[in-house]
């Protein structure tokens, strides 16, 4: 399975923009970047999705490279709602028959502070 | 409202028992995911299911079985032979393979 790797921890100030970056050098044509981002003792929380284009969406930005081996999540304005876990996560062609896997990483904290 | 719904959201269960946990959507997705999370750690992936009747292990299967007989469920069990399983179980389903996928609540085991 192809991996990501983050940053155990950011912090962020309230009401500032917050870049989260993602690495994923072995990623596949096929696999598509997934960010999620999960509370304490919550399901996680879809946040936003692309293949290779820029994504947005009205929770986020998605910035992809153009070799695709790294990725930035954006949020435009940090609110203290923001503070979770986000996990950079590669959607995985298992194959055509059984489809695809999401495989989480240990993520990223982010703090954000008023 | 449409969602997924983990149900309990904490169980109790003693050494050498099996315990089944549920999960149900009302979604119509024909993608389902089982993920374990221990303290501190990302989610690890157990079993999932892209269609009716069929589902596929995942990293860590050993000790877990499954079911899929119906669309709207994918009920997880916990056997005797999971030797760790005290952990926070999530459930998930999307429609489609790269699409948006929906967590339920989880589920806390703890065995005493």
């Known amino acids: 399975d192809a991996k990501t790797t983050q940053p155990n921890s950011m912090e962020s100030n309230e009401e500032e923009p917050v870049h989260l970056p993602c690495n994923h050098s072995t990623i596949s044509g096929t696999d598509y970047i997934h960010w999620y981002r999960q509370l304490p003792s919550q399901g996680p929380e879809y946040v936003i999705h692309?293949?290779?284009s820029n994504v947005n969406n009205r929770m986020a930005s998605l910035a992809i490279a153009e070799d695709r081996k790294s990725s930035t999540l954006i949020l435009h304005r940090a609110t203290l709602r923001d503070a979770a876990v986000y996990y950079c996560i590669l959607s995985t062609i298992v194959c055509m028959e059984y489809g695809n896997k999401l495989v989480f990483g240990a993520g990223t904290i982010l703090r954000v502070k008023s | 409202d449409g969602g997924i719904t983990q149900s309990p959201k904490y169980l109790f269960r003693k050494e050498g028992q099996n315990v089944t946990l549920s999960c149900e959507q009302n979604?119509?997705?024909?993608?389902m995911y089982w993920y374990r999370q221990d303290p501190g750690q990302g989610l690890r992936l157990i079993y999932y299911s892209q269609i009716v009747n069929d589902f596929q292990k995942g990293d860590i299967a050993e000790g877990y079985s499954v079911s899929r007989e119906k669309k709207e469920s994918f009920p997880l069990t916990v056997t005797s032979a999971q030797k760790n399983p005290t952990a926070f179980y999530l459930c998930?389903?999307?429609?489609?393979?790269?699409?948006?996928?929906?967590f339920g609540q989880g589920t806390r085991l703890t065995v005493v």
């Open positions: 692309g293949l290779t």
């Open positions: 998930a389903s999307s429609r489609t393979p790269n699409t948006e996928a929906f």
């Open positions: 979604l119509n997705h024909d993608a």
